[in-house]
């Protein structure tokens, strides 16, 4: 059974860093690409960004772009995300999702979630 | 970026209705649509992947339908547990994009 746990979500000032792992069990983590998607409170989601099964090629959202840092350790079977320069638009629950389809493909579909971590960023 | 239209914003019906949703590109995405749906305090599930395929394990009264700009999810019977919102989402061009929404509630 396929299981995706994110955590360290929290509150942070704007201007702050965090960072988000999601820990992943059931299928083999190294040959899927994974996704971030984000929900701000009572508003729809928004994909923030991707990365290949081996890292190699990483996409990104223009919200988001140039601030966060998608990552994995195909090792460990976990997936990152590095967010830098917070602004209170980035306050969302963040949810990772394993892509539909496995290989060296490209972004998929969003299959399935994690429970999702909130983020507040507020001063 | 390729933007995502979704109606009507809310539809109101009852359990053994049909529940038709729509969604509409701003270009065309081919058949690279899907659908998810999301309930309360919950994460969104996938119900439909390019355009008309379901999910492992999502119900036959599910079902997608359209190509290129328009793009159909219908509910044959609602069921009890199919009062929830439902986004379209496309993965044709960078950056992956969903529609707003459409909440189906009961009337």
């Known amino acids: 059974q396929v299981q995706l746990l994110e955590s360290g979500g929290g509150v942070v000032q704007p201007g702050g860093s965090l960072r988000l792992s999601c820990a992943t069990s059931?299928?083999?983590?190294?040959?899927?690409?994974m996704h971030w998607v984000r929900q701000a409170p009572g508003k729809g989601l928004e994909w923030v960004a991707f990365i290949r099964s081996d890292g190699s090629n990483n996409f990104y959202g223009d919200s988001v772009k140039g601030r966060f840092t998608i990552s994995r350790d195909n090792s460990n079977n976990t997936l990152y995300l590095q967010m830098n320069g917070l602004r209170a638009e980035d306050t969302a629950v963040y949810y990772c999702?394993?892509?539909?389809?496995?290989?060296?493909?490209?972004?998929?579909?969003?299959?399935?979630w994690g429970q999702g971590t909130l983020v507040i960023v507020s001063s | 970026e390729i933007v995502l239209t979704q109606s009507p914003a809310t539809l109101s019906l009852s359990p053994g209705e049909r529940a038709t949703l729509s969604c509409r590109a701003s270009?065309?995405?081919?058949?690279?649509l899907a659908w998810y749906q999301q309930k309360p305090d919950q994460a969104p599930r996938l119900l439909i992947y390019?355009?008309?395929n379901r999910a492992t394990g999502i119900p036959a009264r599910f079902s997608g339908s359209g190509f290129g700009t328009d793009f159909t999810l219908t509910i044959s019977s609602l069921e009890p547990e199919d009062f929830a919102v439902y986004y379209c989402?496309?993965?044709?061009?960078?950056?992956?994009?969903f529609g707003p929404g459409t909440k189906v509630d009961i009337k």
């Open positions: 390019d355009a008309s």
């Open positions: 989402q496309q993965r044709t061009n960078w950056p992956f994009t």
């Open positions: 999702a394993k892509n539909l389809v496995g290989g060296g493909t490209t972004g998929s579909w969003f299959d399935p």
């Open positions: 059931g299928f083999m983590f190294s040959t899927y690409g």
């Open positions: 270009q065309s995405v081919y058949h690279y």
